[in-house]
């Protein structure tokens, strides 16, 4: 901790820590330090005593410094994870080629990812995938090459040096992170001479990646880039396990991020020509058994996920070994609510729920926020979008549109996968807009980056109230009121605009209460007009949240409204926890109802309630 005295006279300060678990003071502690006139100094003697802490648990570090009457001058706060293992609570981030050098990633810009690198290791990222840092995807790391060019990347040429990303997976190490190595899970980069026979290979069994009855096929343009094999073949199992192992264990790779261009109805190569759909299977039908031989052949020791697009195989992946489960979501994807495409901030959390019931454990979701749409056939760009528009304007992404996305994910119990490492000459960092990584048109500011700072500290020191073991949606009815007593919670299922979107979670001797503020803004998380469609809602004040308790009695009750807390990872109280009036009323059942006061509602506050009093409440 680096302490300063700004002032023109000497002074005499106690810098204190607090350790804090919920609404659980766990240790402090403090050193007496007499600064002169103008001078700084580095204070390091401050302890954190490993007997505070227990594994998988998040906290709020609080470093505060106080004049000599005890007044507060300055304070901090940051998360922090004591973990074992990421899978846990995963805070996935990338690293991508630089825009900068042709989406390529080099030595030279060593430096300018070794700063992101610090950065995203101080918003507690525990998990890095390296997206298209691959030769070829049946050959990802050629032995012997110390750097290559990637053939099929026509539009870019992308260059790759060996060197650059050993560097930066040794630094992801130091860290105390994973590196995942990313790379399709049944792609040939070689169309026309794929490395295993043509039997291997997945056939349309529809028109769709190409005719029907022939090879599986993405094309870009005229030129087809990729062909696809049949990820249930067995021969195509064994070869790729054994490229993946050797590439991963010469580049130090933790694991593989395995990508899917999406479901396909395909047939083997003797049903090519075959009309009877009995001949015919998803690609979705074999990702589990795909996992699972990878687990047998490359082994244990290496993580391995798969990108179930737009979600909804949960089912085939049941089975599955994967160690996380990561979906990335589009608006053209049917919605976990009946009836609906994903495009509103609710649809995002309906998913995660529905991750969360089938598998127990928290998606890690890849949603793009703005996605400006540029046509640069046409010299100079022509914006197709509205974000586009902001892009080619010099325009910065819009920080509340990401900042809401974040908030729901992380309320609903998910990850929003949105930080990346990027040698971007035009943003200290980089969050994704579009799902080429290396593409990001709009810059971030400096002030955004700040905010995204605080919300990753939030979501560290809350990981166990927002997605610990047993956290699941309550049955409780839940409401928020504006001062005038208006309704504002207007739809529970969060895929209407203009409301405080509110719900409640239920833990193990605890409740929380989720608050999205979607006041005078559209319920669309996509968000591709830009600024055009403003995403900043109408800050709201003196609001009151009423929270069923039925089932409990007059004596739980009043225990628990005692024990009431609000906090939120927005300026106006930066991840602090604060004590929240609160009292009872009953409805018309007899049945208690907790009334809490909140006092400010920027983006996103979070209401704790415990339901036991044995632990040391903040002050």
Known sequence: VVVSNPTAETKTMTVNLTLQHASEIIGQDNVDLTLAAGASAKVSNLTVASEWLTNNTGYLVTISVN???????????????????????????????????????????????RKELELMKSMNINSYFFYDAYSEATDPFPEGVDSFVQKWNTWSHTQVDTKAVKELVDQVHKSGAVAMLYNMISADSNPKNPALPLAALAYNFYDSFGKKGEPMTYTIGDN?????????????????????KSAMDRMGFDGWQGDTIGDNRVTDYEHRNSTDEADSHMMSDSYASFINAMKDLIGEKYYITINDVNGGNDDKLAKARQDVVYNELWTNGGSVIPGRMQVAYGDLKARIDMVRNKTGKSLIVGAYMEEPGIDYTVPGGKATNGAGKDALAGKPLQADATLLVDATVAAAGGYHMSIAALANANAALNVLQSAYYPTQYLSVAKDTIRKLYNYQQFITAYENLLRGEGVTNSTQSVSTKNVAGEILSKD??????DQVWTFAKSGKGFSTVQMINMMGINAGWHNEEGYADNKTPDAQENLTVRLSLAGKTAQEAAKIADQVYVTSPDDWVTSSMKKAQASLETDENGQPVLVISVPKLTLWNMLYIKEDTTATPVE
């Open 67 to 113: 004049d000599k009457s005890g007044s507060t001058l300055s304070s901090k706060r940051a998360g922090l994870s004591v973990e074992d293992d990421w899978t846990v609570f995963p805070r996935y981030g990338i690293v991508a080629g630089s825009p900068t050098d042709q989406n390529s990633i080099l030595v030279k810009n060593l430096e300018a990812y």
């Open 224 to 244: 087809p880039t990729q062909v696809y094999y049949d990820p249930a073949n067995p021969d195509w199992q064994k070869y790729i396990a054994g490229v993946m």
């Open 492 to 497: 529970g299922l969060g895929v209407t605009g």
